[in-house]
C-alpha cells in the first residue's frame, strides 16, 4: 500500500504565500517523479509543476517565477512554495507520485487527498 498526505492549505490574501507538503508512506521501491497539480473551480485540472528523480523542474507559465517545487527525497516528500499568490490561483492542490513498489516492477500514480487553497482579499 502506498498513500499520498497533503497538508498546508488555506486562505491567503493576494501577493501572500503558502508552503504545501505531501509526504508518501508505504511500500516505496522508488519514486520516479512528484507533481503537483490543481483543479479551479469548473475548470480540468491542470498540472502546475512537476520534479523528476534527477532534481529538473518545468512549471505550467503561469506560475512561474512565482511557485517552486521541491523535494526531500530521504523523506518521500514533496513540497510546493507558492508566492505572490493571485485570486486565479485558487483550487483544490493534488499531488501525485510515479511510485515503483517494494522488491516489484510495478509502476503506478498515486494521487493525495487533495488540499483546499484559496486566495482572496
Known amino acids: 500500500q502506498v498513500q499520498l498526505v497533503e497538508s498546508g492549505g488555506g486562505l491567503v490574501q493576494p501577493g501572500g504565500s503558502l508552503r504545501l507538503s505531501c509526504a508518501a508512506s508505504?511500500?516505496?521501491?522508488?519514486?520516479?517523479?512528484m507533481d503537483w497539480y490543481r483543479q479551479a473551480p469548473g475548470k480540468q485540472r491542470e498540472l502546475v509543476a512537476d520534479i523528476t528523480r534527477d532534481g529538473s523542474t518545468n512549471y505550467v507559465d503561469s506560475v512561474k517565477g512565482r511557485f517552486t517545487i521541491s523535494r526531500d527525497s530521504a523523506k518521500n516528500t514533496v513540497y510546493l512554495q507558492m508566492n505572490s499568490l493571485k485570486p486565479e490561483d485558487t483550487g483544490v492542490y493534488f499531488c501525485?507520485?510515479?511510485?515503483?513498489?517494494?522488491?516489484?516492477?510495478?509502476?503506478?500514480?498515486?494521487w493525495g487527498q487533495g488540499t483546499q487553497v484559496t486566495v482572496s482579499s
Open positions: 508505504g511500500s516505496i521501491g522508488s519514486i520516479n517523479a
Open positions: 501525485n507520485m510515479r511510485v515503483r513498489k517494494y522488491l516489484t516492477t510495478y509502476v503506478s500514480d498515486y
